[in-house]
């Protein structure tokens, strides 16, 4: 149960710990959390709390992904570069940015949005980028898949945290402020592109040839 607690913790802090860690493993989970929190943002500006269900289908598709190349990752089942990871991951938030530049009218009835298999395939990305961290803290301990389970269990808990709060956000700045609902997407979709396209730039030399 112990263990159970700490993975889960460790999954919500990996998405949603901005303060002051308090051990060694909290402190290993903000090394990448601006990353995700970030991508989230990008994934979910475009929407108001009246689409709640579409959204927690989005995350949950981000998770769902994030999960699978997590566990082929910790079970030694995919091997990749993490230097290449780390730059693909803010080129995940500048597609997800960009693809904000098309919503206009702001009717989702499509059953199956293109942003769902986004989120999806973007999580299969995502998920490489915390497994090396993950595997550090699972060594040779038994009940590999209970770990994991919470470990996922508490991103997602983190993650729909992350989005209570952007869309409280967008409710102040569309909802009572009354600021264009376009205008607003605009902005915050500029804002993180920036954001994303700076740390895509500080990661490119990893990948290039020296």
């Not at 929407?47 to 981000?62: E, G, N, P, R, S």
């Not at 996922?152 to 967008?170: D, K, P």
Request: charged share 10%; no cysteine; hydrophobic share 55%.
């Amino acid at each position: 149960m112990n263990d159970f607690k700490l993975y889960l913790e460790t999954g919500f802090q990996h998405i949603a710990n901005w303060n002051g860690q308090i051990s060694f493993w909290s402190q290993l989970a903000g090394l990448t959390a601006s990353d995700h929190i970030l991508f989230i943002v990008a994934l979910t500006i475009r929407y108001q709390f009246a689409d709640w269900k579409k959204v927690l289908i989005l995350v949950t598709a981000f998770t769902i992904g994030h999960s699978i190349t997590l566990a082929l990752s910790v079970l030694n089942l995919v091997t990749y570069s993490v230097n290449w990871i780390e730059l693909l991951i803010p080129i995940t938030i500048l597609i997800t940015a960009i693809s904000n530049l098309f919503v206009k009218k702001f009717v989702f009835k499509t059953k199956f949005p293109p942003i769902y298999f986004m989120a999806l395939f973007f999580g299969l990305i995502h998920g490489l980028g915390f497994s090396s961290y993950l595997k550090s803290m699972l060594g040779k301990d038994q009940g590999i898949l209970t770990q994991l389970l919470a470990f996922n269990l508490g991103l997602e808990l983190g993650q729909i945290l992350i989005v209570l709060i952007i869309l409280i956000i967008s409710f102040l700045f569309v909802g009572l402020i009354k600021v264009n609902r376009r205008e607003w997407l605009l902005f915050v979709s500029a804002a993180v592109f920036a954001l994303a396209l700076n740390m895509t730039l500080d990661r490119l030399h990893n990948v290039l040839p020296q």
